[in-house]
């Protein structure tokens, strides 16, 4: 079954990392955070936009256009509100469970803005 046809439109940090790893990602993995909380660490490769920018109505960032997306942030409660919203406007996503939190205790790595060790915050 694919990723993005389960019923219920939650991952793994694994299955995420799997998804938008590699040098041919399934997926984009779209971080939601707010900017300080992006900075102080974030995964490898992912995308920045915030959910309040979302709500507002911002589109997403050109690489991220027309891609499945899997959609992340601190705890799981955002991403799951992103995911969500991003499908009503037409994307096929689906979010982390647990978010970052679940993606550092599965062994991931983390960056900060400047691409050293970063943390979650």
Avoid: Y
Avoid at 13 to 22: I, L, Q, W
Avoid at 67 to 73: D, E, H, K, Q, T
Avoid at 97 to 120: C, F, L, S
């Amino acid at each position: 079954m694919s990723l993005f046809r389960r019923r219920e439109p939650r991952v793994t940090a694994d299955e995420a990392r799997s998804r938008t790893g590699g040098d041919r990602p399934e997926a984009v993995l779209l971080d939601v955070r707010e900017k300080p909380e992006w900075a102080a660490g974030h995964a490898p490769g992912a995308v920045h936009v915030p959910l309040t920018k979302l709500v507002a109505g911002a589109p997403l960032p050109a690489e991220a256009r027309g891609r499945p997306l899997v959609v992340i942030c601190r705890s799981g409660h955002r991403s799951r509100q992103a995911a969500k919203l991003l499908a009503g406007r037409g994307a096929r996503a689906v979010d982390v469970e647990g978010g970052m939190k679940a993606w550092t205790a599965a062994g991931h790595p983390v960056v900060d803005e400047r691409g050293n060790n970063g943390r979650i915050t």
